[in-house]
């Protein structure tokens, strides 16, 4: 296991290094995004003019105050509380946002399956989970709303922040083929199997 601080956008080569139970930190631009933005973006045909390549994508539809653009806001939003959702649902988004958009890091809660450990394998991606709850820490990573594309479906609009020290994440799925969910669950699974052995329980 090792830990990484990670300046974005990322190569392909740095994203290749990591490893399942690898740590990794971010640092100075992160993308919000979730169910309606890629929806809309996959299928319904809209374009966004942000360039992605190579950047990382959070799973989230943040709690944010129009506060009127300025210096310190120059979306015209402040962060009030920006959390992590679960990515299930988004399975299918991965390969189009890796293909078409160069998006190298997935962050969420609850991981992803089989088509995204397969484009993350062989476009180069990772996914980095989040502990549920933790939105409030999370909010203090940020220090910034940027920009703000594909507004209208605000709270699920393309979020650009800036951040600072978002992390440390933990690598629960790789570019080779590694996945913690995967390991768990067979762990779990031969575990529970000895149980009923030792029960006397046939299986």
Same mark, same amino acid.
């Given at each position: 296991?090792?830990?990484?601080?990670?300046?974005?956008?990322?190569?392909?080569?740095?994203?290749?290094?990591?490893?399942?139970?690898?740590?990794?930190?971010?640092?100075?631009?992160?993308?919000?995004?979730?169910?309606?933005?890629?929806?809309?973006?996959?299928?319904?045909?809209?374009?966004?003019?942000?360039?992605?390549?190579?950047?990382?994508?959070?799973?989230?539809?943040?709690?944010?105050?129009?506060?009127?653009?300025?210096?310190?806001?120059?979306?015209?939003?402040?962060?009030?509380?920006?959390?992590?959702?679960?990515?299930?649902?988004?399975?299918?988004?991965?390969?189009?946002?890796?293909?078409?958009?160069?998006?190298?890091?997935?962050? +969420?809660?609850?991981?992803?399956?089989?088509?995204? /450990?397969? %484009?993350?394998?062989?476009?180069? &991606? !990772?996914?980095? =989970?989040?502990?549920?709850?933790?939105?409030?820490?999370?909010?203090?990573?940020?220090?910034?709303?940027?920009?703000?594309?594909?507004?209208?479906?605000?709270?699920?609009?393309?979020?650009?922040?800036?951040?600072?020290?978002?992390?440390?994440?933990?690598?629960?799925?790789?570019?080779? +083929?590694?996945?913690?969910?995967?390991?768990?669950? /067979?762990? %779990?699974?031969?575990?529970?199997? &000895? !149980?009923?052995? =030792?029960?006397?329980?046939?299986?």
């Amino acid at each position: 296991m090792a830990h990484y601080e990670i300046h974005m956008p990322a190569s392909e080569e740095q994203i290749r290094k990591l490893r399942v139970n690898d740590t990794v930190t971010l640092h100075d631009t992160l993308f919000g995004i979730r169910d309606a933005t890629q929806i809309h973006m996959f299928d319904h045909g809209r374009k966004t003019r942000f360039d992605m390549r190579g950047h990382a994508v959070v799973h989230t539809a943040p709690n944010v105050k129009w506060v009127g653009e300025t210096m310190e806001h120059p979306s015209g939003y402040a962060p009030i509380c920006i959390g992590t959702t679960t990515s299930a649902r988004m399975e299918r988004f991965t390969q189009p946002l890796m293909a078409q958009y160069g998006v190298r890091i997935i962050i +969420g809660k609850g991981g992803l399956f089989a088509a995204s /450990a397969k %484009a993350f394998k062989d476009i180069g &991606g !990772v996914y980095l =989970a989040i502990i549920g709850g933790t939105a409030a820490l999370e909010t203090t990573w940020i220090e910034q709303i940027e920009e703000v594309d594909l507004d209208d479906l605000n709270p699920e609009s393309l979020w650009k922040f800036r951040i600072k020290g978002f992390g440390p994440l933990l690598v629960a799925m790789d570019s080779h +083929g590694g996945s913690l969910y995967t390991e768990v669950n /067979a762990a %779990a699974k031969d575990k529970r199997a &000895g !149980v009923l052995a =030792a029960l006397g329980v046939k299986s």
